[in-house]
């Protein structure tokens, strides 16, 4: 058996940092893969030691081509690059990623891989990786909401010529220590568990699952590179939250309603799929009473009409309550961001439903700065401006057919949630 100091080694590489804000960091805002990618693929192409990516939906697409091209390129040079994709989000283009990268000694894992039909039955399979995290060497990282694919592509309906309204984020400082952290655990947690598989397969028992466990120990063993203290002269102050199954499961939920009950003139949220449990929805209802001026940018043009349904059967509900909805029409929304007054702004890859709150792994950056706020409040401005602010009581109906309309959702969502063994209320 393994000695007690690497049990506890292993313990911290599958683990995820603990929330808390740290001073002197740069975070720039990028809007779409239009600015993102660009970025990573210079901070790929110039890193010296290690490069670590996680993303639910890893394309085939130029743009996921490009970045696949800087990573077979890092790992040529001798950078140790590690990737894990969902085994859901990439499923239909994870052998041609494998192809990609064979040969160039890129460390690729899938996190619950679905590669037979009785996959689904194993627990936990609804429990994804849902984060989209990037980053190299300690010093450069960028976390948001935009998969590896191109915003004019989508999975389900095609190529269009507006791009998705998206963000991530580009971190320098010390912040991007804990996204390092949390992409490593991502990547470890996948590695143990293809580990595990396999010891099972060959019906290998005794001490070869602990050997396992210490292989990978010795092989990420000494890769962590300091971060370069220059980045402590930087001013701003950002937090890096993290949502998992263990720990941390309702973190950033709690961060996005002790923002909105604090809130005092403005909060503006933008995100696809929306269906908050009570306590988040009591806050924008407290806030929008008090004078707080709350709006919610909703997808116009729909990608999963159930999700849309679910979100709308809110709509009387928070409009009652002086909560201004806008539904985004020029192209898919697929943006998670928020801003709270002029100095609380969060961007990242959590949806506000029971997915996200309650199940997925997610990650969010929450900043504290004036300057990023107004940069976000721009964007918003901008958005809401080309949206259709939906009037309360058009089209959406009230009495006793908007009462079943929400009815059945939460039905719905209660069993979605047992299925995935999430008890106790939402």
């Not at 990786?129 to 909401?145: I, N, P, S």
């Not at 592509?153 to 991007?176: C, E, K, S, Y």
């Not at 590695?191 to 099972?200: I, N, P, Q």
Request: net charge positive; charged share 25%.
């Amino acid at each position: 058996m393994p000695a007690r100091e690497d049990l506890a080694r292993l313990r911290a590489w599958t683990a995820v940092p603990a929330p808390v804000y740290l001073g002197g960091n740069q975070v720039q805002l990028l809007e779409g893969g239009d600015a993102l990618f660009p970025g990573m693929c210079a901070a790929i192409d110039a890193a010296q030691h290690e490069v670590w990516l996680a993303t639910y939906i890893f394309h085939d697409d130029p743009a996921a081509q490009g970045i696949v091209k800087s990573l077979r390129q890092a790992a040529l040079r001798g950078v140790a690059v590690h990737v894990v994709v969902d085994g859901f989000g990439s499923k239909a283009t994870l052998p041609m990623l494998r192809q990609a990268l064979e040969g160039a000694q890129v460390q690729l894992e899938v996190f619950r891989p679905l590669e037979r039909w009785w996959a689904w039955l194993q627990p936990g399979q609804l429990r994804r990786l849902h984060q989209k995290l990037c980053v190299c060497d300690e010093t450069v990282a960028f976390v948001g909401g935009i998969n590896i694919i191109d915003d004019r592509h989508d999975m389900n309906h095609g190529w269009t010529d507006t791009p998705r309204l998206d963000f991530a984020v580009q971190v320098q400082g010390p912040l991007a220590r804990s996204v390092h952290a949390t992409t490593r655990a991502m990547w470890a947690r996948a590695h143990l568990a293809r580990a595990w598989r396999e010891e099972v397969r060959t019906l290998a028992r005794g001490a070869r699952p602990a050997r396992q466990a210490m292989d990978l120990l010795r092989q990420l063993r000494g890769a962590t590179v300091l971060a370069d203290s220059a980045a402590a002269q930087l001013p701003m102050r950002a937090a890096f939250i993290v949502r998992d199954n263990l720990r941390q499961r309702r973190a950033i939920e709690r961060s996005y309603v002790e923002a909105i009950r604090k809130a005092q003139r403005r909060v503006d949220i933008a995100v696809p799929y929306f269906y908050p449990g009570r306590s988040f929805r009591r806050a924008l209802r407290a806030a929008a009473r008090r004078g707080v001026q709350v709006r919610l940018l909703m997808q116009g043009k729909v990608d999963y009409r159930i999700a849309a349904l679910a979100a709308r059967a809110l709509y009387d509900e928070l409009q009652a309550n002086g909560v201004r909805i806008f539904e985004y029409t020029p192209a898919f929304l697929h943006a998670k961001v928020a801003l709270v007054d002029d100095d609380w702004a969060t961007v990242g890859s959590s949806n506000i439903d029971p997915l996200s709150l309650l199940l997925n792994l997610e990650a969010n950056v929450v900043v504290r700065d004036a300057d990023f706020a107004l940069a976000l409040a721009q964007r918003f401005d901008a958005a809401f401006a080309v949206s259709q602010e939906v009037h309360a009581g058009v089209a959406r109906g009230g009495g006793l057919r908007g009462w079943l309309r929400r009815a059945a959702v939460a039905w719905a969502a209660n069993i979605y949630l047992r299925l995935a063994g999430i008890t106790g209320r939402y």
